[in-house]
C-alpha cells in the first residue's frame, strides 16, 4: 500500500493521497481553485497550472484568497522592515555546513524565509565552472544578505563589504567583527568603528553584537540598521542564554532587533519571538540537525507561534496556584 504524503497547509499538518493535484486538494478543502492563490514551497503556483502539479511529500502550502474588510486577525499585515524593504518572514537563515546547494535550497523553501545570509569568499579559479549558490537560490527572488565571517578587524569587513556590493549592488548588509577565534564574540570597538564607515558609505549594516543594551545604542547612534545580539556563542547551540539583556535591549532600541547565533532547537526561536524580538538569524541549528529540512519547518513555525505570543501578551505568573475550574456549585 503506498504511504501518504504528508504536507503543510496553511501552517496546519494534513496528508494526501500520492498523485493527488494542487487542483484536487483545493476542491477537498471546499474551496474554488478559480477563486484562490497557491504558493508552494516558497514559489506562487499559476491558477491555470493547479490541476497540473501533482503534490510531493513535504510540500509547504500558502492557499489565499480575497475577503471583506481586514479586521481578521489571522490575515492582517504583520510584516517587517529594515532600511526600507519590506518582509514577512521573521526568520533569516544562513547557507553554510549544508551537504550540498540543493540541500540547503531545500531548507530554504522549508523554512519561509525571504533572507539568506551569504559569504564573500574568493572565485575557484582553478574551476571557474563549479555550481555556485546563486545557481540554486536565486537572488532575485531571495534577499542576499552578504556577511563579513571570519572578519576580524573593521577594515577587514570594510574591504569584504564593499567588494560585495560591487558584485552584487548590495547595501543591506551583516556586518560582524570577531574578537577571538575561541568564543567567537564580537569585538565591539572595531564593530562600531565599522558601523560608522559603512553608513557613511550607503551601506545599511545590520549588525552582530553582544547582549548589551548600552553597546545596542551606540550601534543605533552610529547608523546601524538593525541591532543582532547573540543569544550564546555562534554554532553553540546553548538557547538564549541571558532574556533580561535581550528584552532590555528590545525595550531600549528603536531599530529591528534579532537574535544571531546560539539557537539549538525551535523553542529557543520562540523564546527569542516571545521576548519582542523582531526576528531570528540562525544556521546551525538547522544545517546540522538530523533532518535539515524538518527542522527548518520546526523553526518557521516555532518563529511564528513565538511572536503570536508575544502579540497575545502571556498571562502573570503567580507564585501559588489558581485553580481553573469554579469551586462553587461543587457536588
Avoid at 224 to 246: R, Y
Wanted: overall charge negative; proline content about 5%; aromatic content about 4%.
Amino acid at each position: 500500500m503506498t504511504a501518504t504524503l504528508k504536507l503543510t497547509v496553511n501552517g496546519e499538518s494534513r496528508r494526501a493521497e500520492p498523485g493527488q493535484t494542487l487542483a484536487a486538494l483545493v476542491r477537498e478543502l471546499g474551496l474554488d481553485p478559480a477563486k484562490v492563490a497557491v504558493e508552494r514551497n516558497g514559489e506562487i503556483v499559476a491558477r491555470s497550472t493547479l490541476g497540473d502539479v501533482a503534490l510531493a511529500d513535504g510540500d509547504a502550502l500558502e492557499i489565499v484568497h480575497f475577503v471583506g474588510g481586514g479586521d481578521d486577525a489571522g490575515l492582517e499585515d504583520d510584516s517587517w522592515e529594515v532600511a526600507g524593504r519590506r518582509f514577512r518572514s521573521r526568520l533569516i537563515v544562513g547557507t553554510g555546513k549544508y551537504r550540498d546547494f540543493q540541500q540547503n535550497a531545500a531548507a530554504l523553501a522549508a523554512s519561509g524565509a525571504e533572507i539568506v545570509t551569504v559569504a564573500v569568499r574568493r572565485v575557484n579559479l582553478s574551476d571557474p565552472s563549479a555550481p555556485m549558490l546563486t545557481d540554486f537560490i536565486d537572488p532575485q527572488r531571495i534577499t542576499y544578505l552578504p556577511n563579513t565571517a571570519g572578519c576580524h578587524t573593521a577594515d577587514e569587513a570594510i574591504r569584504t563589504l564593499r567588494l560585495a556590493r560591487e558584485a552584487g549592488g548590495w547595501d543591506l548588509v551583516k556586518l560582524e567583527v570577531l574578537g577571538e577565534a575561541r568564543t567567537l564574540y564580537p569585538d565591539m570597538r572595531e564593530t562600531l568603528r565599522a558601523t560608522e564607515v559603512l553608513a557613511r558609505e550607503g551601506f545599511h549594516p545590520m549588525v552582530y553584537c553582544v547582549d548589551d543594551p548600552v553597546a545596542a545604542k551606540q550601534l543605533e547612534e552610529a547608523g546601524a540598521a538593525a541591532i543582532m545580539p547573540l543569544g550564546a556563542p555562534i554554532g553553540s547551540g546553548l538557547g538564549i542564554q541571558n532574556k533580561v539583556t535581550i528584552r532590555l535591549i528590545v525595550e531600549g532600541t528603536r531599530l529591528p532587533v534579532l537574535v544571531d547565533a546560539g539557537v539549538g532547537t525551535a523553542s529557543d526561536a520562540a523564546v527569542a519571538m516571545e521576548l519582542g524580538c523582531t526576528g531570528v538569524l540562525m544556521n546551525t541549528a538547522i544545517a546540522e540537525a538530523k533532518d535539515p529540512i524538518r527542522m527548518a519547518r520546526a523553526m518557521r513555525l516555532a518563529v511564528e507561534a513565538g511572536r503570536h505570543a508575544y502579540r497575545a501578551g502571556r498571562m502573570a505568573a503567580r507564585k501559588y496556584a489558581d485553580p481553573s475550574s469554579p469551586l462553587s456549585g461543587m457536588i
